[in-house]
């Protein structure tokens, strides 16, 4: 089993929702940078920091969107985050829960949930969130 929530993005053609990836505040994770930078990519160009590292946005969309189709540039090396989308964090709430936003959110296995809910959940220990 991966780490990763099977969604299918896919709208039409060969094009994809990218809804989650517009204005995105996705943290990333030390391996995260260390993985996409052995790509060839500078972290300095994907990373800002604030309170954690995150992805960049570049004209309002994460600077490895392909705003022709909605596809990921590195799709196969994407965030852990990423993975787990629409599996999301609700500080305010103090749980994890899908992104109401997602309109794929309704496809995913309750089971599937679960399980990745616990990767989730030492995602944001490892962090420092939890």
Known sequence: MSDYLPVNCRIRDNKYCGKCCYNTKMILTFDDILRISSLGYDPNDFVI??????????????????????????????????????????????????????????????????RLKRVMVRLLRNIGIL
Not at 75 to 84: D, F, M, V
């Open 49 to 114: 920091i604030d309170e954690y590292p995150r992805l960049r946005n570049v004209n309002g969309h994460c600077v490895f969107l392909d705003e022709s189709t909605n596809s990921c540039l590195i799709y196969e090396h994407r965030p852990i985050g990423c993975k787990l989308y629409p599996l999301i964090y609700d500080p305010e709430k103090n749980t994890i829960k899908l992104d109401d936003f997602c309109p794929k959110r309704n496809e995913i296995p309750e089971e599937e949930i679960k």
